[in-house]
């Protein structure tokens, strides 16, 4: 049964790609030159390696579709159905990372950490979210659904569902405030908390550039 799901979830990607990218005018032209596709498919039997704690081979095969693709998957990454990376050159989706459905990423999106903190490290995307190309989405944070950042951001804080983030850093521009006929003033986020989160990004970065000088 476990096979069974895992190709329905192959089968899907195809369908998605299909479906989504006006370019594709057939699933062969998918299959055979989409490399989004192929670096997908390349993560899901790598996660289902290291799921079943097979040594080495996962990280092997996730090395050789960054070199074949040009995109970096960890093969630990926990990624949901029906997901599409858009062009896809220059994507980076580290180790710890969790992206739920039908999530559309574009080109040049990092998907990565701040520092070297233990443990989850990594975003958390939720279902129906969508990351504009070159953005960069940093730390064990969360994106709610529905969410959309905006190309070239860089995303520090949590960002609840179903919201616009542009800039660096990343700001809430556009928030659904009624759901169900209610004020989510429990789901804004805090301004003090959002400044002193990217004081803290800025802070990090100082400290690296500072190494970098001190190994010279």
């Known amino acids: 049964m476990a096979i069974k799901n895992w190709i329905e979830t192959i089968i899907e990607d195809i369908k998605t790609i ?3 990218d006006v370019a594709a005018r057939n699933i062969f032209e998918v299959i055979f030159l989409y490399q989004g ?4 498919l390349a993560h899901r039997i790598a996660h289902k390696l290291l799921k ?3 040594p080495f081979l996962p990280r092997l095969i996730s090395q ?9 998957i960890h093969p ?8 599409f990376i858009d062009h896809g050159s220059g994507v980076v989706i580290g180790e710890t990372t969790i992206i739920g459905d039908d999530v ?3 080109q040049g999106v990092t998907l990565g950490g701040t520092g070297k903190e233990q443990g989850k490290r990594h975003p958390t995307l939720g279902n129906f979210v969508t990351i504009g190309a070159g953005a960069k ?7 709610g659904s529905y969410s959309t950042v905006g190309a070239g951001s860089v995303v520090i804080d949590n960002v609840p569902e179903h919201c616009t983030v542009v800039g660096i850093p990343g700001r809430i521009i556009k928030q659904k405030q009624y759901i169900e006929g209610q004020l989510q003033h ?4 805090d301004p003090i908390t959002c400044e002193l989160n990217r004081l803290k990004y800025e802070i990090i970065e100082l400290k690296e550039e500072i190494e970098k000088l001190k190994s010279k």
Do not use: D, M
């Not at 050789?64 to 970096?72: H, K, M, P, Q």
């Not at 989405?137 to 994106?143: F, K, R, W, Y």
């Not at 429990?186 to 986020?189: D, E, G």
């Open 18 to 20: 299909k479906e989504k």
């Open 37 to 40: 596709f192929h670096v997908l």
């Open 52 to 54: 079943w704690k097979v």
């Open 64 to 72: 050789l579709a960054r070199f074949l693709t040009g995109i970096e």
């Open 76 to 83: 630990a990454a926990t990624i949901g159905r029906r997901f």
């Open 104 to 106: 559309l990423i574009y």
């Open 137 to 143: 989405v940093l730390g064990n944070i969360e994106i």
């Open 186 to 189: 429990n789901r804004i986020p």
